[in-house]
């Protein structure tokens, strides 16, 4: 071939020169021209809707982990706490005279002799009550379990007065149905059942009631109605 192009016009081989040269700088324009492959990232699969609410909740578990923390120390906190002992006030007792209601109405009953004016000594001796105050109108402003001014006091129960010698009162016992044993009724020294309206309006004395003790000591068995 190329001997021909030799021995071939020289036209003719200037034209293949320049169409040699003409298709070798369109196929150097087209290499240059085109561009490289751009490098694609890893495509990210896009969420579903179902997806994107489970990574949601994933996302929220610390907060919901924190909170059960939170209320299970709270728990265990008040489970250890220790409890405030609760402090109760005693009930306050009174005393309770060695004898009941109906000993101390037969000890009456049974006495006939008293130390003249000792009307308070007398009265306590039949319950075996221990000595304490001095007059019986101190004995009623200490005494528990007072019924002022009822006129039927029951078996058993001190009944009181105020006014006398020296506003020291009288107290004696009863023996039911408006009736007491007292000291110094049948006379000086001597010991009688009277009524009860009859020894007020006969020793001019004033009836203040009557109480289930004597010197803070409770007569038991005596009725409270």
Known sequence: MLDRAANAPRWVV?????TIVAITAVVAGHRHLTPLPTPVADAV????????????SD??????????????????EQRVRPSIPIVRKPIPTVPVASSDAAETVASAEASTYN???????????QADIPSRYSTAATA????T?????????P????????????GAGHIAISVGHGRVRSSDAGGSG???TISLSRLTREWHLTYVGWADSINGYRIPGVART
């Open 115 to 125: 130390i003249p004016g000792q009307c308070l000594g007398w009265a306590r001796e």
């Open 155 to 166: 078996k058993g129960a001190a009944v009181y007065w105020t006014g006398g010698s020296a």
């Open 140 to 143: 009623w402003d200490h005494a």
């Open 145 to 153: 379990g007072r019924h002022p001014h009822d006129v039927t006091p």
């Open 45 to 56: 699969p896009a969420r579903t809707p179902a997806a994107a609410a489970g990574a949601s």
């Open 59 to 76: 996302a929220r578990e610390p907060l919901a982990s924190r909170d059960f923390d939170r209320t299970a120390t709270r728990e265990v």
């Open 190 to 192: 001597v010991v009688a």
């Open 14 to 18: 200037v034209v293949l020169a320049v």
